[in-house]
């Protein structure tokens, strides 16, 4: 039996049980606590380890040119316990890896109850862990129970922790037509670290907009689920809701036309959809007031109407949804533990990542992350420019906050090429031949890919070089 003290983790998810296996592959024994069956939630139906509750696919498995796919990669090459049970119970699903999702979990379930270094325990943590836990990695996803909620909001100073969230679309910057859009703030204020021209603004002529206004009340609607409770966080309503309440009402919000010149036209814009910076480098940009329940397929339609974003890529879609999740820019360090009570990690979705395959992820870091820790190794984050890199930045300081989106600005967000340092398109293929368009697009996602790859090679070999020491 190791003689190392175990690290405790709390959530037997996607976040945990990788988590949990990452450790153990260092050689540093974990205690899983998992609730279930002792207490279960409205969302899961078994009490096996890494249980998909929604959907069982873990989306693209294209590497080259999709960044989920990605980073799918990049857990395989990082000896993933969830990519290695994913690709074992794949089903045929065309690009994208499905899994059988009880055979999935079984396995996972398996994989971590056999293995030595792992104990579980089954129960609620209720509260704060004991002191004498003195590495703790919280994994409890979006359902985390209210006795942990409570006393996470308590620790951190946070005011909620469970709400709906109202998520607002994000775009790529590089597919917003910029001979139609321009740069500005409302009578060129410039705010704390701004320039007068903070925000990417698209014009509406009185025929768009009310067209468009018609395109949004006229939209096909998510419905909530019955477990989900009240909707709405902090009085942030839905475009389409605020729509509803008279066909000018966007007009006075926040589409409002006020304070702005279009240099592209002498006319007066008669509404004005205003986009704002989202991430530190500048290649995602979110439309401001444009939290949405509308189905994902109409959002792409509906806003598209928009002049200037009529080849919009989306970075995310809206959403609202009832969710928990931390305020990471600002609660957590760029190795997931808590500023204020560092013998705790977090990871998961309660992070602040979207979707399996990111909460996945997340966890992979944590453990690896706190299994350095306990072994008195180097903490080493993977490179920038890697797809774990990427998302790991994104969540603890790659997102900016500012002082009109509202009190709390960071939302989930899935893997996307977004999240990486730039990297400019190619002009040329191997071929030597000149790329057009679409094939340019390709080709530079190629490129990130390769070089996200190579990076994370020469970062999982320094590790490995540094366990051997």
């Known amino acids: 039996m190791s003689n190392i003290a175990p690290i405790h983790i709390i959530g037997g998810g996607l976040a945990g049980s990788e988590a949990a296996w990452q450790a153990v592959q260092l050689g540093v024994p974990v205690v899983l606590h998992e609730m279930r069956p002792r207490r279960t939630t409205e969302a899961h139906s078994t ?34 316990l969830i990519l290695a049970a994913a690709d074992r119970h794949k089903l045929p699903a065309g690009g994208a890896l499905a899994v059988d999702r009880d055979a999935f979990s079984a396995d996972v379930t398996r994989a971590l109850t056999a293995h030595p270094l792992v104990t ?56 917003i037509d910029q001979s139609k859009a321009w740069k500005q703030s409302r009578y060129d204020k410039a ?38 409770g009240t909707p709405y966080f902090d009085g942030c309503l839905p475009i389409e809701v605020m729509a509803e309440r008279g066909a000018e009402t966007l007009r006075f919000g926040p589409m409002k036309p006020v304070g702005l010149t279009n240099p592209h036209v ?38 598209r109407m928009i002049p200037g974003l009529e080849n919009a890529e989306f970075a995310r879609l809206g959403g609202l949804h009832r969710n928990t999740f931390l305020n990471s820019p600002k609660l957590l360090d760029g190795v997931l533990r808590l500023k204020a009570e560092p013998r705790l990690r977090f990871a998961g979705q309660i992070t602040g990542v979207e979707g399996y395959v990111e909460s996945a992820a997340i966890g992979l870091l944590a453990g690896r992350f706190a299994a350095s820790e306990r072994l008195g190794r180097p903490i080493s984050p993977p490179p920038a420019n890697t797809a774990l890199g990427a998302l790991i930045n994104h969540i603890t300081g790659g997102h900016i906050e500012t002082l009109d989106a509202g009190p709390r600005s ?8 977004g999240l ?10 191997a071929d030597g031949r000149r790329l057009k368009g679409k094939e340019r697009g390709f080709a530079k996602k190629r490129l990130i890919a390769e070089r996200a790859l190579l990076e994370l090679g020469v970062w999982l070999g320094t590790a490995e070089r540094s366990a051997a020491e």
């Open 47 to 80: 009490d096996g380890f890494a249980e998909m509750v929604c959907s069982n696919s873990f989306r693209s498995d294209d590497w080259a040119n999709n960044a989920v796919g990605l980073l799918h990669e990049e857990m395989r090459r990082s000896r993933s």
């Open 120 to 175: 579980v325990e089954r129960g609620e943590v209720a509260g704060l862990p004991p002191n004498t836990w003195d590495s703790v990695i919280v994994a409890t996803g979006p359902l985390t129970s209210p006795d942990l909620s409570r006393a996470i909001q308590a620790l951190t100073g946070e005011s909620d922790l469970a709400f709906f969230d109202a998520i607002a679309p994000i775009i790529h910057y590089d597919s």
């Open 191 to 228: 705010g704390p670290g701004g320039t007068g021209a903070d925000y990417i603004n698209c014009a509406m002529s009185r025929e768009q907009y009310e067209a468009f206004i018609s395109a949004l009340l006229a939209g096909d609607k998510t419905e909530f689920k019955q477990w989900e």
């Open 266 to 303: 002498s006319e007066r814009p008669w509404a004005v959809v205003q986009l704002r910076q989202d991430n530190a480098l500048g290649t995602l940009w979110n439309m401001v007031g444009f939290q949405t329940k509308l189905k994902h397929g109409e959002q792409t339609r509906i806003f």
């Open 410 to 417: 960071f939302q989930p967000m899935n893997v996307n090429f």
């Open 420 to 429: 990486f340092p730039p990297l400019a398109a190619p002009d040329k293929g």
